[in-house]
């Protein structure tokens, strides 16, 4: 069974500009959750999508935003990019989404980095 | 607020010297500990998941245990491809949010 998948693996953007991410999950798989992992902050929870439905959501800004698709396939977008905000994004799916039991499998994750 | 402290956090070994790798965690109702295997640029790779204190679980060198309070990962005789990041993690309630440990960088060397 293919694992998840992300696209780009790398970007570049300038400050100011925006960013899609695209996630998808493994075959079966209908939760998605993204995370932004920084060498001083570590690994931090973004947002999670169920069904469609954005289920739960971190400490961020509205800047940073996303979708799933019924096919479970999701996006997140970054608008008004900062600094800041250059970080391996990295996307997860798991079975059921049955909260704090279920197993999260990620993806390689998308390398962003903000000049 | 839930808090995951990994240590130490890093930890260099020599092949074959086996040791332990710490994660102690304050949490409001534990549904799920995950530990995880990050190699530099690439995902966390899944290793184990825990559920309730006192159970433990096995695979090749590796053997993960949980208590009310914390959890070990045991490296047996590791080997220099055993280096990379460790992290472990927390579930809990009825959301998919993980939190995660810092991580610990183990280093074996030849």
């Known amino acids: 069974k293919a694992g998840v998948t992300q696209t780009p693996r790398y970007l570049i953007k300038t400050r100011g500009q925006q960013v899609t991410l695209s996630c998808s999950p493994i075959?079966?798989?209908?939760?998605v959750s993204w995370y932004q992992q920084t060498p001083g902050q570590g690994l931090q929870f973004l947002f999670e999508?169920?069904?469609?439905?954005?289920?739960n959501k971190g400490n961020f800004p509205g800047r940073f935003s996303g979708r799933q698709f019924s096919n479970s396939r999701s996006e997140m977008n970054v608008s008004t990019l900062e600094l800041g905000d250059s970080a391996l994004y990295l996307c997860?799916?798991?079975?059921?989404?049955?909260?704090?039991?279920?197993?999260?499998?990620f993806g390689p994750g998308t390398r962003l980095t903000v000049l | 607020e839930d808090q995951v402290t990994q240590s130490p956090e890093a930890l260099r070994l020599q092949e074959g010297e086996s040791s332990s790798l710490n994660c102690s965690y304050t949490?409001?109702?534990?549904?799920?500990l995950f530990w995880y295997r990050q190699d530099p640029g690439k995902g966390p790779e899944f290793l184990f998941t825990?559920?309730?204190a006192g159970e433990e679980k096995e695979k090749e060198r590796l053997k993960a245990t949980l208590t009310k309070k914390e959890s070990f990962l045991h490296i047996t005789a590791p080997k220099p491809e055993d280096s990379a990041t460790y992290l472990c993690?927390?579930?809990?309630?009825?959301?998919?949010?993980?939190?995660f440990g810092k991580g610990i960088t183990l280093s074996v060397r030849p």
């Open positions: 075959s079966g798989h209908r939760s």
């Open positions: 825990l559920y309730s």
């Open positions: 993690a927390v579930g809990t309630g009825a959301n998919s949010k993980l939190t």
């Open positions: 999508y169920f069904s469609e439905t954005q289920r």
């Open positions: 949490v409001s109702g534990l549904r799920g």
């Open positions: 997860a799916s798991s079975p059921a989404g049955s909260g704090g039991t279920d197993t999260q499998y």
